[in-house]
């Protein structure tokens, strides 16, 4: 059940997250707060299990969203919501490049805040119900687990962030079918998101340069020019 979900709330701004757990407490969230970067990455490293959503405020004293972001997905998948009253395309990318599952400008209304959040816990509990795909293993020495979100070739492991281990998995789970950019956006971004389309061309850039520093010699993402990608 969605609304028995644990949402850790990080902002500087004690309103904000006063406001916020009012509109999330009414949906049946369990919630906790962090008011700066130092004390949510303490939280989430002491109890990474507790939470199955962040919401992360960008512009912040100690640390700011991005850092708080990008140390989180050093040694954790959960899905990050960052909020920010920045609207420049350029921080939306910024964060989503990190690591960030979604990006949500303020003012927001809060109808469009629980429909974000549903839909994060959403495709989580979809991704996390499929059992039957657990491991793909390749000749050349690529192998993806779903279970624990790793990817090693020859047994030594790749670091991926959330996303990119997402569009690699669904290229993978599917070889020889092109993706076009937008397929991509939607499926691994969700039908919410509105960036731009070099998203998942910098996605993939990152994606192979890890695999290929890792020692596997094929490039198995291929871009289909003019259309999108697929796995070989």
Same mark, same amino acid.
């Given at each position: ?6 949402? $850790? ?30 004390? /949510? ?5 002491? +109890? ?28 954790? #998948? ?9 609207? /420049? ?6 964060? $989503? ?27 989580? #509990? ?21 279970? +624990? ?11 991926? #962030? /959330?996303?990119?281990?997402? $569009?690699?998995?669904? $290229? /993978?789970? +599917? ?58």
């Amino acid at each position: 059940m969605i609304e028995n979900k644990t949402i $850790l709330i990080v902002d500087d701004e004690f309103q904000m997250r006063t406001l916020l757990s009012i509109y999330l407490k009414d949906e049946g969230f369990d919630l906790f707060e962090a008011s700066t970067g130092k004390e /949510a990455i303490t939280k989430i490293r002491n +109890n990474p299990d507790n939470y199955d959503l962040i919401i992360l405020d960008i512009m912040m004293p100690d640390l700011d969203g991005f850092e708080v972001c990008k140390i989180v997905r050093e040694y954790s #998948t959960i899905p990050i919501l960052m909020l920010s009253a920045r609207k /420049a395309l350029e921080d939306r990318v910024d964060g $989503l490049n990190l690591g960030a599952d979604d990006y949500l400008t303020k003012p927001f209304e809060p109808e469009e805040l629980i429909a974000r959040v549903k839909a994060l816990l959403r495709r989580v #509990t979809t991704i996390e119900a499929k059992k039957d795909e657990v491991k793909l293993a390749f000749e050349d020495g690529l192998s993806i687990y779903y279970e +624990n979100r790793s990817v090693y070739v020859n047994n030594e492991l790749v670091e991926l #962030t /959330a996303k990119e281990f997402e $569009l690699l998995y669904k $290229l /993978a789970l +599917n070889p020889q079918r092109v993706y076009t950019r937008d397929d991509l956006l939607y499926l691994i971004w969700g039908e919410d998101y509105v960036g731009a389309q070099r998203t998942v061309d910098s996605h993939m850039k990152n994606i192979r340069s890890k695999l290929y520093a890792a020692g596997l010699k094929n490039n198995r993402i291929i871009t289909v020019w003019g259309v999108g990608y697929k796995f070989v």
